[in-house]
C-alpha cells in the first residue's frame, strides 16, 4: 500500500496534467474555429436540421405522455385536498420549468450525443480527421463549431415544442379523462404563470445543448481502436451527457430562481 | 529537403522508433520499407506534425516541425500531399468535394477547384468519378482518388502510406503506374511507406530499410536486392520466396 500510493498520485497528476492540456487546447482551438466562419457557417443549417429538427419527432413523443402522465398523478395528488383546477398548475409548471427541458435534453443527448460521437469518432478511426488537417482544414472550424452552435441553437426550439405539447396533452387528458373544464384547467395554468417559466427553461436546454455537443465531439475525436473505440466514445458521450444535463440543472436552479 | 534527425517514438511502453536519423533527397522517390508495426506509418505522420516525437525531430525546409506554430504548421502543410492508407475519403462528400475541400481551404476559385479536380481525375484514370460518392467506389479506385486528391495541391512533397496495401496485384502494378506517373508530371519528392517488395523496386530511386525503430540499411533498388545484411536478406526473402 505504502508502495503503491505514490504511484497512484504520480498517475493522478499525470491524467489531471493530461486533462488540462487537452482542456486549454480545445479553448485555444475553438477560439481560432469561431473565428473561421467561412469554414463552419456553410456547415451550420444542415447540422440544425440534423441535430435539431431531426430530433423533434422524439422530443415531441415523450412531451406527449409526459403531460399525460403529469395530469393523471397531480389528479390522483390533490383529490379532496386541494382544488382540481390546481392541474393546469401542476402540469404547466412542471413542464416549463423541469421536465419539458430535463427530458428533451436527455432524450436528446441519446440522439445527438451518441450521433455526433459515432460520427466523429468514425472519422478519427479511419484518418479522415487526419486527413482534414494535411489538408489545412480545421478539424474544430469544420466538424466541431458548427456541431456545437446547431445543438445551442436548436435545444430550445425543440425544448419550446416540447412544453407545448406537454401542457396541450396535460390539457387533453384533463378535459377528456378528469372532467376538469378547459376553463378550470387554464385558470390554473394562468394562476401562478410567469414569462421567467418560459426563459428559464430555454436558457437551460441552450446550455443543454451546448454540452450535449461538446461532449459528443469531444469524445468522436478522441476515439481510438477501431469499432470497439467508437462505441465506447458514443457511451461515453451518452453518459456524460446526461450527467452534465443534470449538474447543470441543478446550477441553474440555484443561479436563476 | 525532409531529415529525420534522431526521431524517437513510444505508445504506452512499446517503443516505436528509436533514433531514427534518414535524409529525403529531393525530387527522388524514397521508399521506407520494413515489417509491418516497425513505425513507417509513424514516422511519416510526424512529417506533417500529426504526431509529435518523444525526441528529436523532423526537419522540412530548414523548420523543426514539432516547433512550428499554428500558422507555421499549415504552411508547412501546404506543401505536403498525403496518401493515406485507407485512402480516407469523406464519406459526406462526393468525389469532387473530397477533393476540392483541400484547394478551397487553400483559397482558389470555384472554376480553378474545377479546372483542377478534372485534371487529378484524368491523372487517376477515374474522369467521370466526380459526382460519385466513395461508399460507390472500389478499394482501389478510393485509393486513386486519395491520390487523386493530393496530387490536385501540386504539392513540393508527396507523402504515400501503404499505397498497394489491400490491392490486388493488377490494381497494385496499376498503382505503382499511378505513382511514378504522378512524379513525373509533378516533379514532387516521394516518400512511400510500404511492405510491399514489387511496389518498392518498381517506384523506389532508394529504399530505407527501418527495423526495430533505426534505419537498418539505405541503398538503391539494386543494393538492397544484393544485400548481405541478413535481416534485409530475410526481409526479401520471405517476401519473394
Not at chain 2, 531529415?3 to 527522388?28: C, H, N, S, W, Y
Not at chain 2, 515489417?35 to 512529417?47: C, E, N, P, R, Y
Not at chain 2, 541503398?219 to 548481405?228: A, K, N, P
Amino acid at each position: 500500500m505504502s508502495v503503491a500510493a505514490p504511484a497512484t498520485r504520480s498517475g493522478e497528476r499525470s491524467r489531471l496534467h493530461e486533462f488540462l492540456v487537452t482542456g486549454g487546447r480545445w479553448v485555444l482551438d475553438a477560439r481560432r474555429a469561431l473565428a473561421d466562419g467561412a469554414t463552419w457557417r456553410p456547415q451550420l443549417f444542415p447540422q440544425m436540421r440534423r441535430l435539431g429538427v431531426d430530433s423533434v419527432p422524439v422530443a415531441l413523443f415523450l412531451a406527449v405522455f409526459t403531460g399525460i402522465v403529469l395530469a393523471l398523478l397531480s389528479s390522483y395528488m390533490f383529490t379532496r385536498a386541494i382544488p382540481l383546477y390546481f392541474v393546469g398548475t401542476l402540469v404547466t409548471k412542471a413542464v416549463m420549468l423541469e421536465l419539458g427541458p430535463v427530458l428533451t435534453g436527455m432524450a436528446l443527448a441519446g440522439r445527438v450525443g451518441a450521433n455526433v460521437a459515432a460520427e466523429l469518432g468514425t472519422m478519427r478511426v479511419t484518418e479522415q480527421v487526419d486527413a482534414l488537417e494535411t489538408l489545412t482544414v480545421s478539424p474544430h472550424a469544420y466538424l466541431v463549431t458548427p456541431r456545437v452552435i446547431a445543438a445551442t441553437l436548436m435545444f430550445p426550439v425543440v425544448t419550446a415544442m416540447a412544453m407545448a405539447v406537454g401542457v396541450l396533452a396535460g390539457w387533453f387528458t384533463a378535459v377528456n379523462i378528469l372532467d376538469l373544464s378547459s376553463a378550470e384547467f387554464l385558470r390554473g395554468a394562468q394562476q401562478f404563470f410567469k414569462f421567467k417559466d418560459v426563459w428559464f427553461g430555454l436558457v437551460k436546454s441552450a446550455s443543454f445543448g451546448l454540452v450535449v455537443a461538446t461532449m459528443g465531439c469531444f469524445q468522436g475525436l478522441h476515439a481510438t481502436g477501431g469499432a470497439e473505440g467508437v462505441g465506447r466514445a458514443a457511451t461515453r458521450a451518452v453518459v456524460l451527457g446526461c450527467q452534465a444535463i443534470l449538474v447543470l440543472d441543478a446550477f441553474w436552479a440555484l443561479v436563476l430562481l | 529537403m525532409i531529415r529525420f534527425e534522431g526521431l524517437a517514438k513510444r505508445f504506452g511502453t512499446k517503443p516505436v522508433l528509436a533514433d531514427l536519423t534518414l535524409a529525403i533527397p529531393e525530387g527522388q522517390t524514397t521508399v521506407l520499407m520494413g515489417h509491418s508495426g516497425s513505425g513507417k506509418s509513424v514516422a511519416l505522420k510526424h512529417i506533417v506534425g500529426l504526431l509529435e516525437p518523444d525526441a528529436g525531430q523532423v526537419v522540412v525546409d530548414e523548420m523543426v516541425v514539432h516547433e512550428l506554430d499554428y500558422e507555421g504548421l499549415k504552411a508547412l502543410r501546404r506543401q505536403i500531399g498525403y496518401v493515406f492508407q485507407s485512402a480516407a475519403l469523406f464519406d459526406s462528400l462526393t468525389v469532387g468535394g473530397n477533393i476540392g475541400l483541400g484547394l478551397w481551404s487553400r483559397g482558389f476559385s470555384s472554376p480553378e477547384i474545377a479546372q483542377r479536380t478534372a485534371e487529378s481525375l484524368r491523372l487517376v484514370e477515374l474522369p467521370e468519378a466526380a459526382a460519385r460518392y466513395p461508399a460507390e467506389l472500389s478499394g482501389g479506385m478510393r485509393k486513386r482518388v486519395g491520390v487523386a486528391r493530393a496530387i490536385a495541391l501540386r504539392p513540393r512533397y508527396i507523402l504515400y502510406d501503404e499505397p498497394t496495401a489491400g490491392l490486388d496485384p493488377v490494381t497494385t502494378t496499376a498503382m505503382d503506374d499511378l505513382m511514378l506517373r504522378a512524379r513525373r508530371e509533378s516533379g514532387a519528392t516521394s516518400i512511400v511507406v510500404t511492405h510491399d517488395l514489387r511496389s518498392a523496386f518498381a517506384v523506389a530511386d532508394r529504399i530505407a530499410f527501418l527495423y526495430q525503430g533505426r534505419i537498418r540499411q539505405i541503398g538503391t533498388v539494386d543494393e538492397i536486392r544484393h544485400s548481405d545484411d541478413p535481416v534485409v536478406r530475410e526481409f526479401i526473402g520471405e517476401r519473394n520466396p
